[in-house]
Structures are given as C-alpha cells and as structure tokens.
C-alpha cells in the first residue's frame, strides 16, 4: 500500500514537472525564432532529437537493434523522421512565427485531441458520449483563445498560422 502511494506521488510530480517544463515552450520558440528562422531551428530539432535517441539507445545498450531495424524496412525510418520531427516542427514553428505565442501553443495542445479522432478511422476505436464532449470543450477552448474571445465574430490573427 505504502510503495503505491509513493509511486502516484512520484508519477504525479512527474507529470507536474511535464507541464512546467512545457509551459515554456511557447517562450523558448518564439526567442529561438528572434534569432533563427523556421528552417534552422527545425533543423537543430531534429538533430537534437537524434542525438538524444542515439544517446538513450546507446546507454540501454540498443543501438544494435536500431541498426538491424533501419536495415530491415530503412523507407519506413525515413517516412517516420520526415513526419516527426522534421513535418511536426516545420507546423508547429510555422505557426508560432505567425501568431502570438499564447494562440500557437494552444493549437499545439490540440495534437492529444486529434488522436483521438484519428484513432477512429486509422485503429477502429470508438469514442464514448464524454469522449465527444472533451474534444468538444478542447476545440472550442482552443476558438476561444483563437478569436481572443470573440467567438461569434471568428476573426483571427493569422488564418495560416
């Protein structure tokens, strides 16, 4: 009893941490994007997440599996690194050169959402009534900062980002 509760503290603080550490994010991409434009700082992206795989696999001792991988299906690697990070930053920085931070990182905040909704189509999943309520409150949270609350007139800051 006494190691579960320690581990809900544990996780809890983690997810705690998650979201501050997150909540900066909005900040740290638009100085990044002061001093860089979108191209490079999608690039130092993806360059730091490869190092920080390579260094996770290789501390676990899985390099050698990640080579046997790449090897066995290497389109399949190139699709994925095109989609995340390189197609996933290119968006994401897009938009917060384009709108006030605050607005991009809610958009951003939607990826969770759109999950959800894929998994539909893509997994065969089905989505319960309170389901479709949370997106619902999700996406109209998301036109609510959008609009700078004025909803009902749907003007928006930049209708590419």
């Known amino acids: ?3 579960d509760r320690l581990k809900n503290r544990q996780a809890l603080l983690y997810g705690l941490a998650a979201v501050l550490l997150w909540s900066t994010v909005a900040t740290a991409f638009k ?4 001093e860089l434009d979108v191209l490079q700082l999608v690039a130092y992206s993806v360059c730091f997440s490869t190092l920080a795989l390579f260094l996770m696999l290789w501390r676990q001792g899985r390099l050698a599996l990640l080579a ?12 994925m690194g095109l989609v995340n990070p390189c ?3 290119l968006v994401l920085l897009r938009a917060y050169d ?13 990826w969770a959402i759109s999950l959800a909704v894929l998994a539909v ?8 009534r309170r389901d479709l309520l949370a997106l619902a409150m999700g996406y109209c949270g998301v ?8 909803v009902l007139e749907l003007q928006f800051d930049s209708i590419e980002g």
């Not at 931070?101 to 905040?109: C, K, V």
Request: glycine fraction near 6%.
């Open 98 to 110: 384009l709108l006030p931070a605050q607005q991009a990182q809610a958009i951003n905040y939607t």
């Open 121 to 128: 189509p893509l997994l065969g999943h089905k989505l319960q």
């Open 31 to 34: 100085l990044a994007l002061r």
């Open 1 to 3: 009893m006494q190691a």
């Open 68 to 79: 046997q991988y790449a090897r066995a299906t290497p389109g399949y690697f190139l699709l």
């Open 87 to 89: 197609l996933y930053y």
């Open 143 to 150: 036109l609510v900062i959008a609009t700078r609350g004025q």
